[in-house]
């Protein structure tokens, strides 16, 4: 208790420090709905396709890099990779025009940015967490010429896949999402949070607490414990037409694997997607459960599919210390040799 109390102030300390990316970056893109950033490296890199992630649009991007022992940027830094993100920029006012295929077409944007930052490479690896897997296998079923291979994380793709609470509760016989759009405009960050603590509140508004204060004699863990809470607590909205759209083609209907998913009269066919094909995901996930991101296998067009999964939940398949430590060493080892090697030097 004493050595506890001793560390209250700089744990105090830690608790007011404002985190985001952990490594440098420059914006090479800035417009209304995204940043594009490209983090820099010290070297020159090794392969000639770049790497671009695309996350969700619930919380924030800078999970792929909370910290620098915790960070899924550096990985792919550190295996030789020139790396993008995408940074989407939250709605403020509803705004009917920023529907899924909306978003399909600003990802569009982003790789055509970096590919244009890239002219020594016609095609890019593309890596989508979550919701951003989503838009990613939507895109890559769209410009299979552009993507060189893609990497889903705990990404839904096979919406009745498993029996996840989300699945539940978005069911059309007691969930009106139209409703909910009608009322507030966009889906508020309030009630993203309120669905996110209801779905394992034991844990969240117990279980870390009481490790919080076993790890107090620790500030490096103590550290960590306040990054990822920040992540955590710095919610978003989503748009509103988009949430609509989340739930009543994709949760409630499953156009995406039942081929009737459109983008701007385009449809969705998965079997497009023909490039080789990298699906992490994670056993405890309460989000996206396993299967449905491994649902992508079996619609796939592409003949070189790897299925990797790790212990751990929808989070620590990122920052956790065992998939720092293995997972994704792994996962970049995969991608590496399925790169160009390119010992010129990078624009």
Known sequence: MWLRLRNAPDIYA??????????????????????????RRDTPAVYREPVLFCYALVNRAYILDLQPEKSLVRQYLARGFDVYLIDWVPPEAPDPSLTIERYVCELQAAVSAVLAARPDAATLHLLGYCMGGTLSAMFTALQPELVATLTLLAAPIDFWAGDALLARWTDARQFDADALVAA??????????????????????????????????????????????????????VAGETFRGFV???????????????????????????????????????????GSTAGLAGR??????????????????????????????????????????????VP
């Open 300 to 345: 796939a067009g592409s003949a070189d599919v790897t299925v990797k999964q790790i212990d751990a939940g929808h989070v620590g398949l990122v920052v956790g210390a065992g998939a720092q430590r293995d997972f994704w060493p792994a996962a970049t080892e995969w991608l590496a040799a399925r790169s160009d090697r390119n010992p010129g030097r």
């Open 248 to 290: 009543k083609h994709l949760y409630q209907d499953n156009q995406l694997v039942r081929g009737c998913f459109t983008v701007r009269g385009r449809t969705v066919d998965l079997s497009r997607i023909v490039c080789p094909l990298l699906l992490l995901t994670a056993t405890h996930d309460h989000l996206v459960p396993p």
């Open 14 to 39: 830690l608790a007011q420090r404002q985190r985001t990316f952990a490594t440098p970056h420059d914006t090479i893109v800035e417009n209304r709905q995204f940043r594009l950033l490209r983090f």
């Open 184 to 237: 507030y405009g966009n889906c508020p960050a309030w009630f993203l949070q309120a669905c996110f603590v209801a779905m394992n509140p034991v844990q969240t508004l117990f279980e870390k607490n009481a490790t919080l204060y076993e790890q107090m004699t620790d500030l490096r863990k103590v550290s960590n414990h306040f990054a990822l809470e920040h992540w955590v607590n710095d919610n978003v909205p």
